[in-house]
């Protein structure tokens, strides 16, 4: 079944450390998205990639990194985590109607 | 500047009883509008999607309608179930983007009580 993919569901850390949201499409889109959702507000937009080595920053300034090695998979790293960081994180992909995307399950994270 | 703003922000009712939910954008040029449903702790999911020649667009208990001249549009859920308590998002994109750029509003969390 085609489907978009976030691990793990819900993280908590430490400060400082190094952590990889995963998330991972099987609808064969080429655009990926990265949100990012605080409680009672608006998605922003983060990190966003047209295909296959292609990776934008978004509207919101985010200190995470992301990858687009394979098509399916499109991770975000935060180095050194801070609690700053701490929200929620959407997965969305997007086909030839770019204007419609499908959304992931989210990654809830805490850093403390 | 590119807004959605969507009222009420937050709203309570009782199962069975119909609702019906406001968003107000100053996107422009508009490309289209979709209402979605996010449920606790999961991704939004699409409930409908309305272009700029269309006033009115059903999906089962979810109608939405659409103003272009206005700019704003409603969402009327009829005979409410306990499953339909989630946040209620209106989500706006623009024509001129070649990305997908999405305008979303802040949501109404809806509640409802049996």
């Known amino acids: 079944e085609a489907d978009i993919y976030q691990t793990p569901r819900y993280l908590v850390i430490g400060t400082g450390k190094k952590i990889t949201l995963e998330c991972s499409q099987t609808?064969?889109?080429?655009?990926m998205y990265w949100y990012q959702q605080d409680p009672g507000m608006e998605l922003h937009l983060i990190h966003y990639?047209?295909?296959?080595?292609?990776?934008e920053k978004g509207d919101l300034s985010s200190e995470s990194t992301v990858s687009r090695i394979r098509t399916e998979h499109f991770p975000l790293t935060l180095e050194s985590a801070r609690p700053s960081h701490t929200s929620q994180y959407l997965c969305?992909?997007?086909?030839?109607?770019?204007?419609?995307?499908?959304f992931g399950p989210g990654t809830r994270l805490t850093v403390l | 500047k590119n807004q959605v703003e969507q009222s009420p922000q937050s709203l309570i009712i009782l199962e069975g009883k119909n609702c019906t939910l406001q968003?107000?954008?100053?996107?422009?040029?508009?490309?289209?509008l979709r209402w979605y449903k996010q449920d606790t702790g999961r991704g939004p999911v699409s409930l409908t999607i309305m272009t700029f020649s269309e006033n009115t667009k059903s999906n089962g208990r979810y109608t939405a309608t659409l103003d272009a001249d206005t700019k704003q549009s409603s969402l009327h859920i009829t005979a409410s179930q306990l499953s339909d308590s989630a946040s209620y998002i209106c989500v706006v994109s623009d024509r001129g983007s070649t990305l997908g750029r999405l305008y979303f509003g802040r949501g109404t969390q809806l509640t409802v009580w049996p």
């Open positions: 969305a992909s997007s086909g030839t109607d770019f204007n419609e995307q499908f």
């Open positions: 609808m064969g889109h080429d655009k």
């Open positions: 990639s047209y295909g296959v080595n292609s990776t």
């Open positions: 968003c107000n954008y100053t996107v422009s040029p508009f490309s289209n």
